[in-house]
């Protein structure tokens, strides 16, 4: 788990999730908020891809099987 501010720039926060060893990044601003769409970056590969939570969701438990 990663706190984020408001104030960081998306590259910072990025750069933090990295350093802690995270492997994905959800990432929620308010486009995505009034979207729906939500978009997921891989850390280890800069894959990133879009889609409403139930989408996320499946694509993680898809990955760690």
């Known amino acids: 788990l990663l706190r984020i501010t408001l ?4 590259g910072n926060q990025l750069k933090a999730a990295d350093k802690k060893g995270l492997e994905y990044v959800l990432v929620i601003g308010e486009s ?3 979207s729906g769409e939500f978009g997921l970056k891989n850390l280890a590969s800069s894959e990133e891809s879009k889609g409403r939570l139930p989408e996320i969701i499946k694509k993680l438990k898809d990955a760690k099987n």
């Open 32 to 34: 995505e908020l009034q």
């Open 7 to 10: 104030e960081a720039t998306r």
